[in-house]
């Protein structure tokens, strides 16, 4: 408790862009977000007063950071596991677990816990061996497979479409781990974001459709447009029944294929404030950033509903450089659409990196596509139409 | 400049929670607001990691703190306009000018310049003696007369009603400059907040009704309730005018009477970000935070539609101590009401003193206003209904 505010220290373990956007919450909260950033320039870090420069890798670090924390989270999944069952052991609040964290690290255990729970995920198998590997994919009956790396992937890295099985052979013998999926024949990509508190209430998030590119989301759509009503609330009440069974705490993005023909699998689990919940900031009545610390803090959670019938967030990814400054682009931008929302993380910029995103909401989907595909275009290139 | 991001960096002499709330905008525009604050405790410096802590009269530490700002604004009314002066002739970029600001920090210089507009104002007069007071109630016929100190006052400090203009001696004695004022008779309080940049483009919000008691806003309606389009686009052409006039850059709120018969007068200016657009942070396209450093930089601004029908902002003021905490009282109030929009400004509770506000959006002005006013009821009392 913060002895001069009365109100709780939330402690973020990362310095992104998440961190920094949940700063932003927390200040309406009465808060100051404590934040352990790796480096002085992080997003987080150049806009946090409560800023620890330290490595989350470091036991010792984790310890100082979290002294007088009423609680710790996360803004990436890199701490070690053991650091937060240490920590835990200690006596430090940490939300979520690290045995609920797990599921979210390790793509092997969140298959076999969904599997388990007898959620749908695509047809898997956890192998060792080019062998395995050649026995899954012929009990598929063929056709390409997906391997991915158990740990440390994201925005498409650790994640390999395999034409042939003995494709695997380079993967294994880096020693990377390894399970491999069938190839999921995809209508499109479809996120379902809740927070779960410690007392158990879950609040569910309008489900949304991701568009990807390069294996890096490019732009969400709020709500998922043609999503059947049950199509939705099965989005929802999988989410629900994953954060429940999962004791999650805080923010769960369900990431999920909507496959031909209409069902729903699982793709993947991120247990913190994500991408696919961005456009939560002005589309919905509470953000996802609020809704993390009000989970985490064990408050009751706030409303989730859409404040505009369609919203849709673009990511903004670093363009080539030279050319008119990110300063110059931002003037044009505001000239000729002065109701774009645009958020930038303080980041310096590099070809392909996310450093930023725009959300515009409004009445027609199409449209809002548009302008906002333009306005990431604007904030990249420095060119429009 | 930044050379870390490419983003200007703006500073904010002041610490409060106008700063604070300003630190939320910067923070998505990809900037760090800079901030001099008088002490760590203040709420902007909780929250912001560019804390600068020095004395606002002190012109040395001006100095410093303006070096590396790209321009210079304020959340407050009382840095010496000489050290204005003395900066702007020095290089830095002062935004509003030290003369334009002299119309909001100087009541007797803004009578002056809104008369010679011909804006309508109360009929007033500067006085230096009992003698002139006299002539003036006796030349309006008689009844209670209005005294404000030229500068100072805020929330209702420095403003006397005199029922009888002998009642104007003791404040002669003490030496505070005066002006007097008919007392108008009015219906409510307006409020025409706009934004101009330097360029010279003006953006208006909607005109809003405020509610005082004893003297302090204690609620905001968006839009003003039963104000005919006319009274709307005159009370917003008034704002427009006078921001145009005066050169105001940044936000400019026009605090106006609505008197019996329906016409407007102005009461006061302000020229920094304002409590009768805290709404905006919810209710508008752009918050007045974003709005006010838009303005400054000279980006185009923002758009400032509703984003809701109606929309209301209750002040929360500090309680009698003692009971459960201000973090209870959170605990409490989401409960009961997960859409309430709440911001916290960081500071010790003191009765009577602004420790929030709260923000309720929907459709019913009467029903808002009930909300607004329990949620405040909540975090000031820690009881409801």
Not at 194 to 214: F, K, L, M, N
Not at 241 to 251: F, K, M, Y
Not at 252 to 272: H, I, Q, S
Request: aromatic letters at 4%; charged letters at 20%; hydrophobic letters at 45%.
């Amino acid at each position: 408790m913060d002895s001069r505010t009365g109100l709780p220290i939330v402690g973020m373990v990362g310095g992104g862009q998440l961190a920094r956007m949940t700063h932003q919450a927390a200040i309406a909260l009465g808060q100051s977000l404590r934040v352990l950033a790796a480096s002085p320039d992080d997003g987080a870090a150049l806009v946090v007063a409560d800023t620890v420069i330290g490595d989350h890798t470091d036991l010792e670090a984790l310890r100082g950071f979290a002294k007088g924390c009423d609680v710790v989270t996360f803004d990436h999944e890199h701490v070690p596991s053991d650091h937060i069952r240490t920590l835990a052991a200690e006596g430090v609040t940490v939300r979520p677990s690290a045995d609920t964290l797990q599921h979210a690290h390790d793509k092997r255990a969140m298959r076999y816990k969904l599997t388990a729970l007898g959620v749908p995920v695509p047809t898997w198998r956890a192998v060792t061996s080019q062998a395995e590997v050649a026995d899954f994919a012929s009990a598929l009956g063929g056709g390409p497979i997906v391997a991915k790396a158990t740990t440390g992937g994201y925005d498409g890295r650790g994640v390999w479409i395999l034409d042939d099985p003995s494709d695997v052979q380079r993967l294994l013998a880096e020693g990377i781990e390894l399970i491999v999926e069938e190839k999921v024949r995809l209508r499109r990509e479809l996120a379902a974001v809740v927070a779960r508190s410690p007392w158990g209430q879950v609040a569910a998030y309008p489900v949304v459709e991701t568009v990807q590119r390069d294996g890096i989301c490019i732009e969400v759509l709020a709500p998922a447009p043609g999503l059947t009503v049950d199509a939705a609330v099965q989005a929802q009440q999988l989410a629900i029944r994953i954060a429940t069974e999962l004791e999650v705490v805080g923010v769960l993005a369900v990431e999920l294929f909507e496959v031909d023909g209409g069902g729903l699998v699982v793709n993947e689990l991120a247990m913190r404030p994500h991408n696919s919940a961005h456009w939560t900031i002005e589309g919905a009545r509470t953000s996802q950033f609020e809704q993390h610390l009000r989970a985490v803090l064990d408050y009751p959670l706030g409303e989730t509903s859409l404040t505009a019938p369609a919203v849709v967030m673009a990511n903004v990814l670093g363009g080539p450089s030279g050319g008119m400054g990110i300063d110059e682009r931002v003037h044009h931008l505001f000239a000729s659409d002065p109701g774009v929302r645009v958020h930038l993380y303080g980041k310096q910029v590099r070809p392909g990196r996310k450093i930023g995103h725009v959300t515009v909401l409004g009445e027609d989907m199409r449209f809002l596509r548009a302008r906002a595909a333009r306005a990431a275009r604007w904030l990249r290139e420095g060119v429009g139409d």
